[in-house]
């Protein structure tokens, strides 16, 4: 593939699929956050149902804990059997009007159990604060708040005390068990019995340091995965959290199929497309330039077949004209025109040829001694004929008459070119031919008072086929390869064929490589 | 009666009195006695006093209290092969012991937990088969959690009047959930709030038997260690003797010490010593077993030849057959005199080997911690003088069964090392609760 269509095929076919995967993983990846946002709110929905049926099962607690905390008598012996009772109080105690804790006392040691002296040093801390539990609750319009729960953290992990405030001013605690509050959650928790629906899924009620209390699910998610979703837990167990955890492939098959895969047969089509339009496009320009190349061959193989039969037409025609008397002049101006057509047509053949060497690369030139002048000379004299019938005025002022080495075909040939662009366009006009010579280098100026050649559209008259469309070019016919050719050829004679700004009319400078013969 | 007998041998006549003796129904005896009913005069001492109750003998099938039993079976990873397979015909065993007035469910956990069989009469059978036979074994051990819903399934059908009980076999470790044996023992501790007990059968070497232990000791369940399989169906069947033979539930004993008279401790059963009265809490007594509770006591000094009154006892339970809860109440009193000779003669023996079989025990389990700790060179020495103590006590009282403990504690002496001290421990735990909780088989 030619760099060229390497560049265009990028373009064409890389720059909008790039574009088109930017934007589709863009939709995509906001596709794939809202997919999961939803997911996650859903996953959040079914844990927040589970908290449901925890804060009733809590409310539960709330009522057994309001009967324990109301005992009929405060006596320690009763308060102790309420506490046998209680599955959910560990201890209980009373905080009197003062605010002092009168249950379990801590001054008389000896009159308190075991398990009253391990509470005292338990929540030590909540004494040492000052906690008094009705104070800190009972301000302004909550003063109707006659229970409520404290939490403090031991070694062992978070404790939770219920309280309420009786009529009497006395307040009454309990220290919820938290082992028993956690049996009764877990217990009330779904387990994985056949037939739970949960078998992509880890459901893992977790502590305050994230470690599972209870779990259920059959997924078993890898460790350091953070949960899909996550919901603390009611009131007052709100260190402890709902997590849920969702088997990858689950995620994937909600997330990824709707969008990602979609995005990317999308993008897959797209690619095909426009990589099949491009072959086909591609495709197409090689037929083309490949039919180019046939005709040219073609027309080439028809030129060499014209050249013989050709030259031996001018070749007549000028002996007939020579041979008609000068008293027949009609006769004699009728083989004078066989004879320029023919050398026109014989033009047109040469450049033909030319191009088609051109195109295999097979130019070349082969200097001789002569003087530059002289061909320019005939060349000019070649052209008599049609200048004569076009009424263009023609000056030539000679400067390149010394004998140097050049290709006096190849002058020829451009020379040609130069002249019959000057007559087709220039009629009722002037051509101004001026040659100089300097050193190694001739210089021939070629300049008509035609319509010359608009400034936008002088780099393409050098173009092979580009034929200027204007009014003036109008209804001239023309192969469109003469001054692609002509520049060729000055190059190849190590010169250059330049069109030089003129006020008016077309001036063309053909500078030719000419060392001295 | 033997003990009664020798009692009356004795010099000094003890004023037990046990009152509301209904004279047509059953009841729990209520025995209570000093270990040293005569003592030194002159000088404050202490001594021990056993409350000792005896359920009465249940009479065939037809009373039997009916059970609402969850089995709670282990069934982690290691538990594959032969123990899951042991396992699933001890709880079919269990199910053929029952019949229709008695519920039961089975929960199976690993690192989740299932209810193979929610809380059922066990007259539907094939069901209950099905989900025993559906059982097996893979994955990490959420004990916590097991108990926990065996437990809410006996919640279900939780009544007085039947024996509520979870049923625990395990070979593991709890790994997901609490996990220590301080929480489960909380855990036994508020079950038995319900009047719901645990017992837990530990398989193989490799479960914790201090949590294990402590569930079923604080909910007054029993314990057991079955080495190898082979047990499993013996220890399940002793286990469903006592479950089937409950005679009395929710026992609440109170100990009213008499003034000056001060309640040191009570040795190997939870209570509550509050005020000079001491509560104790035994959630079954099963036919014509003892249970007892030890309690040490201070007497002040007292003269010789007078009576010192040392304590009123009271208790209260519920009575499986007569489906009443029944009241029982005794007073003991103490003599002293100046013969040392009077006072060894006049030793209880019954209350003196429960004395020195709970004082063993003890020192028993301070070896576990000295071991745990690595000092092995104490307890070795804690141990064989354990040993020693309980075999002079074996011979001055008499007893086969301190002989027998003096036995075991020089053995734990010789398994100290690192090799033999899993098993070892199991087995001193083991030991250590049958003795603090006078269960009726190892």
Redesign the interface.
Known sequence: MKPKLFVVFLVIVLLPLSLLIWTGVRLARDEQGRLGRRITEALEGRLSEINDGIARLVAGHETSLLKATDPDSLD??FL?SVM?????T?QLFVIDSEHRLIYPEAAST???????RDFLERTRSVWVSGETFYHQHDTGTRSSNRYGWHTWFWE?GLSFIFWQRLDSGQVVGAEV????V???I???LP????GSRLLDGRISLVDTSGK???????H?PATGVPPAAEVPLCQPYSSWRLQYFVAPHVLQANLGRSTSFNVLSGLAVMAIALIGLTIYFYRESARESREAVQRVSFVNQVSHELKTPLTNIRMYAELLEKRISEKDDKAKRQARIVAGESQRLSRLITNVLTFAKGQRNGLSYKPAPGIPDACVTSVLSGFQQAFRTGHIDVGFSRGAGNEVLFDADLLEQVLGNLFSNVEKYASGGELHVCSSQDGDSTTISVKDSGPGIPRGQRKRIFKPFERLSNKVTDGVSGTGIGLSIARDLARLHGGDLALKDSNRGAHFILTLHTPLA | MRISTWRLLTVVILGVVIANISVFANQVKLDVSLANPVLVEGKKQTTYLKIGLTGFEMKGDVQRTPANVAIVLDKSGSMQGDKIKKAREAALMVLDQLNNKDIVSVVAYDNNVSVLVPATKASDKTAITAGINRLSAGGSTALFAGVSKGASEVRKFLAKNKVNRVILLSDGLANVGPDSPGELASLGASLIKEGMSVTTIGLGLGYNEDLMTQLAQRSDGNSYFAETTKDLTRLFKAEFGDVLSVVAQELVVKVHCAKGIRPVRVIGRQADIAAGTTTAFINQIYSSQQKYLLLEVELPAGRKGKNMDVAKVSVSYANMETKTTDTLSSTIAARFTDSEEKVADSVDRDAMIAAVTQLATENNDLAVVLRDKGDIEAARKMLVDNGKFLATNAVILESAKLKEYSGANFDDAENLDEASWGRQRKSMRGWQMFNSMQQEAR
């Open positions: 320690a012996e102790r046998r009772q209680n599955r959910l560990r000896n009159s308190l159990t075991s398990g009253e062992q068990d938290r082992i028993a956690m049996a009764d877990v217990a009330s387990s994985g019995t056949r599972p209390l209870y779990q259920w699910g059959e078993e």
